[in-house]
């Protein structure tokens, strides 16, 4: 047998390999959230006992089966006006700004036989510095919500100008859609805190209201460039849109105010109390639309959409004979939903098209471009998505009033008092 000598010089140098060996190391590591035993298991089961045990009752509601009716729910079949194609205007409830915005957008184009796409959130940005002013200065006693009539925008253009959409989309951090429900709860929460308070600063009220929406959807541009051109908001539409937001009106037909007059729209997205609504019987309301859509001109046009004939399978609106027969929808029956407040202000959508005398019915047809969610249930290839179809006697009874050029409907504001 061999002696092995080791030195101990050796031994030491071994032992330092071996602890070199050993010495922690740290790393990143990067999960997906949702995985793990803790979530995958412990939690779904814990979940879904709850979700069982706290299971609601289906939601029941009553529709008009429209399967099998012919209906002519195909943008292909209307003769229409130009406007951009159909966006969503996500969870956020300015479906005002997002129908007139696209009206002025096929305005510019009537006019000036330009395309040009306007900024949908721009307008509702100024507009909640306005009822936050107004607010304050009515120390609480004003509407302040997402809502708003599409009349806003010509008073908002005036005051503040335009903005094109790639200047100021109000999407940040990634966000695809659009949702105010937090900045606006946020907004409600300091404007009420100034009320509780009695603390009516409206320089530090309002600059607040800014960086709260600042947060949420961005800080708007004061200058931009459009064409190797720089603009502001007030030169961009003065000079670039060339449109005058005088020349808009605001057409309206219910009974409760006197016809012939311009009158008060009394609903509270009519926050700032606009009394320069031309409020016409229901015939010259009808009338006035079909002329205006048959000349080329496209309508911002609001009203209700929760009702049974209004369907979001089909994208078809009708009035059905169980609720009330066509030849008794008048201006009585219009007042009567409106005072009883079935007819309810919801929504704004802009008129494209027309469909005359749908198969010798006697009756026409409009193309209704939508922002909203219910006119997305199609498949997105399909042609019919963002767009409605509406009956006319759904507009009769259940369509409230539109925003049109004034030179649409001249010879009906001839018959206005002085």
């Not at 849109?241 to 105010?257: C, G, H, T």
């Not at 609001?302 to 979001?312: A, K, N």
């Not at 249930?377 to 767009?387: C, I, K, R, T």
Request: net charge negative.
């Amino acid at each position: 047998m061999k002696r092995i000598i080791v030195s101990a010089g050796l031994i030491v140098a071994l032992a330092f390999g071996l602890q070199a060996q050993n010495v922690s190391k740290g790393k990143i590591v990067k999960e997906e959230k949702g995985k793990g035993f803790y979530t995958e298991s412990i939690m779904k089961d814990v979940t879904e006992v709850e979700e069982k045990l706290n299971e609601k009752e289906p939601y029941i509601r009553f529709e008009m089966d429209q399967s099998g009716m012919d209906l002519p729910n195909d943008p292909s079949l209307y003769k229409t006006v130009w406007s951009n194609p159909s966006i969503s205007q996500g969870n956020a409830g300015t479906c005002w700004s997002f129908s007139t915005t696209s009206f002025y957008e096929s305005e510019v184009l009537r006019l000036y036989g330009k395309k040009v796409e306007i900024s949908d959130i721009y307008s509702p940005y100024c507009e909640y510095i306005e009822k936050a002013k107004r607010f304050i200065e009515k120390r609480g006693k004003s509407e302040f919500s997402e809502g708003s009539e599409g009349n806003a925008l010509s008073r908002i253009m005036k005051m503040y100008g335009a903005v094109p959409e790639e200047a100021y989309s109000g999407l940040i951090d990634g966000r695809k859609y659009h949702s105010h429900a937090k900045m606006v709860e946020e907004m409600t929460a300091f404007l009420n805190s100034m009320k509780v308070n009695n603390a009516w600063n409206m320089e530090y009220g309002i600059e607040t209201i800014k960086s709260i929406m600042n947060h949420y959807i961005g800080t708007p541009p004061t200058q931009f460039m459009v064409e190797g051109k720089s603009y502001t908001p007030q030169t961009y539409l003065k000079d670039y849109l060339k449109i005058n937001p005088d020349d808009y009106v605001e057409i309206l037909s219910y009974k409760q105010e006197p016809f012939w007059q311009q009158v008060e729209y009394k609903v509270p997205d009519n926050w700032w109390h606009n009394k320069e609504y031309y409020n016409v019987p229901l015939t010259d309301f009808m009338d006035a639309l079909k002329k205006a859509i048959k000349a080329g001109y496209s309508l911002s046009i609001g009203g209700d959409v929760s009702e049974s004939g209004f369907s979001r399978t089909t994208n078809c609106a009708l009035i059905p004979d169980y609720d009330i027969p066509s030849a008794y929808i008048n201006d009585d029956a219009r007042q009567f939903r409106f005072s009883n407040e079935t007819t309810t202000d919801d929504h704004g959508m802009q008129l494209i098209g027309i469909l005359e005398n749908y198969k010798g019915s006697g009756k026409d047809w409009f193309l209704i471009k939508d922002s909203s969610s219910g006119s997305r249930n199609v498949d997105q290839s399909s042609p019919n998505f963002g767009y409605y179809f509406f009956h006319e006697d759904y507009i009769k009874l259940k369509m409230m009033g539109f925003t049109v050029h004034k030179d649409a409907v001249k010879d009906l504001l001839k018959k206005f008092q002085k």
